[in-house]
């Protein structure tokens, strides 16, 4: 900038110089259309500092709930480098810096406006870079599930249930049917006649039910929720989940000991009643037995004695 006899560099400029002599010349004119002096001079540059320009490697979207910000300074020789985080603005539920300014941590989806500062990180001040960050999903999603068919599949995504689009499995839209305030039922799936499933608030759970699952062979199905908040432009898809089917882990029916067909079970009491008979009567007929030997025995000692 030309003020007077004086011409000030801009900072940026200078900046962009490596170290080095500069020489600059200017033309003047003496306001008639004719040339005048010519003056040069040469500038040394010799400071050592060297200022950030730039910070790369933030991603414009995530879908972790605790984004590492592993920013790099350009250029690698600047003087200084250490880089703070803050959260300016957000439209998600919440974003906070945590884990010693090491992570972005967020709930909920929507974008989240993030600014670095380098102190002392430029001439005469600090460095200050802002950057967007679209979080397309905060997840604490399961594991995915996994399942033999005769338990239910379940997934569970840190997402709001108002903002509930769209469920897809293996790339086919499901027929969303609201039950109750609280509760979706899913349909629709090429093939099966009913309802295949269910969302549910408390985050957003999705279960598919036995049932249906028992109808598809053995495999990996994809399972995608698509959200869509206030506000916002565009729909979001969560991550992705596998749902694996998988028969072989069904646990065999465990075997019970079977009756003979030719055995009678007794009702509770009729057991003892039929025993006491039993015994009554073979107690008399030995009662009876001896009576009547010991009869015999009397009549043959007297015909002896007869004798």
Known sequence: MLLGNTYTFPASYLDSLADGTYTFIFST???????????????????????????????????????????????????????????????????????????????????????????????????????????????????????????????????????????????????????????????????????????????????????FLATLPNGTYKLVVTLQADGEDAPYAMPETNVVVNRALAQPPTSQPTTPADQTIPQTGDGNMTGWLVAFIALALGSACILLWRKRQRKNTRDMVAE
Do not use: C, M
């Open 29 to 211: 004119n003496d306001g008639y259309g004719r040339d005048g002096n010519s003056p040069r001079f040469n500038l040394n540059i010799t400071d050592s500092f060297v200022p950030a320009r730039d910070i790369t490697g933030i991603d414009a979207t995530t879908g972790a709930r605790h984004y590492v910000l592993a920013g790099t300074v350009f250029p690698a020789n600047a003087t200084n480098k250490d880089i703070v985080w803050s959260v300016t603005s957000h439209t998600t539920a919440t974003a906070l810096i945590t884990n010693n300014g090491a992570w972005l941590s967020t709930t909920g989806f929507g974008t989240v406006n993030l600014r670095a500062t380098i102190t002392n990180g430029a001439r005469g001040g600090d460095y200050t870079q802002d950057f967007v960050i679209k979080v397309v999903s905060a997840s604490w999603a399961d594991s995915a599930p996994v399942t033999d068919t005769t338990t239910p599949a379940k997934y569970k995504t840190d997402g709001t249930f108002d903002d509930l689009v769209s469920v897809a499995l293996n790339g086919n839209n499901l027929t969303i049917t609201e039950q109750t305030p609280d509760k979706v039922l899913l349909s629709g799936y090429p093939g099966y006649d009913g309802t295949i499933g269910e969302a549910t608030r408390g985050s957003i759970e999705v279960t598919l039910y036995p049932e």
